[in-house]
């Protein structure tokens, strides 16, 4: 099935720095989603994004969704070593159950 | 709110046997929800989704004979692995969707993993 390029694949960053990653597609979405998995745990909701343009913060995480509807971002500000997981995008439209079209993860390593 | 649970969280079962693995939504009426397999250091592969009461929709690929979904209330719905093979030792996840307001993204349970010897 289609899958969103998402990327780094991974990062290892030292605690307190801050980290990007973002997602692109060849499509347009009206809903931008990014979810954080912990290992052997369920995907968790971080921040939903429902409009072009949009800016919406989430604690230390700030999401974007791009204008032209195919992109969007995540920042993570001061990391701390709890931020460590898995960070799924995922995109969504109207219809078709508004089933999740999902990226392929950004693995974040934090050191303390 | 919105929590969503899945068990067994884990289950080893040997090869040709069917395993059952529930998902519920606890405080929120699920009007869709969602099956995922996933395997390590991939991402979520959607199986199939269920609407209360109707027919499963089955990704392409996806042997509905094999995963049997059954969706029969507002907070239940099981995905059954009939004739399990080591080759669908996985991780299952769940999610579920309610109406209007805060419920009405996927919320995910904590995920179900199978061995199968």
């Known amino acids: 099935g289609q899958q969103l390029n998402q990327s780094p694949q991974s990062m290892f960053i030292q605690e307190g720095e801050d980290v990007s990653m973002n997602c692109t597609s060849s499509?347009?979405?009206?809903?931008w989603l990014w979810y954080k998995q912990d290992p052997g745990e369920g995907p968790v909701l971080l921040i939903a994004?429902?409009?072009a343009g949009e800016l919406t913060s989430n604690g230390r995480l700030t999401a974007q969704f791009g204008i032209t509807r195919k992109d969007s971002f995540l920042n993570i500000s001061a990391s701390i070593p709890s931020d460590v997981g898995i960070y799924f995008c995922?995109?969504?439209?109207?219809?078709?159950?508004?089933?999740?079209?999902w990226g392929l993860g950004t693995s974040l390593a934090v050191n303390p | 709110g919105a929590v969503v649970s899945q068990h067994p969280s884990w289950v080893i079962c040997k090869s040709g046997t069917s395993v059952k693995i529930e998902c519920r939504s606890l405080?929120?009426?699920?009007?869709?929800m969602f099956w995922y397999r996933q395997f390590p250091k991939q991402s979520l592969m959607l199986m199939a989704t269920?609407?209360?009461?109707?027919?499963?929709?089955?990704e392409q690929g996806v042997e509905k004979d094999k995963f049997l979904i059954n969706h029969a209330s507002l907070t239940l719905s099981t995905l059954t692995v009939t004739s399990a093979h080591p080759e669908d030792s996985s991780f299952y996840i769940c999610?579920?969707?309610?109406?209007?307001?805060?419920?009405?993204?996927?919320?995910f349970g904590p995920g179900t993993r199978l061995t199968v010897l």
């Open positions: 405080d929120f009426q699920a009007t869709t």
């Open positions: 994004l429902y409009k």
């Open positions: 499509s347009i979405f009206n809903t």
């Open positions: 995922a995109g969504q439209n109207a219809g078709n159950n508004r089933k999740l079209i």
């Open positions: 269920s609407n209360e009461g109707s027919k499963a929709t089955y």
């Open positions: 999610s579920a969707r309610g109406f209007g307001g805060s419920y009405n993204e996927q919320f």
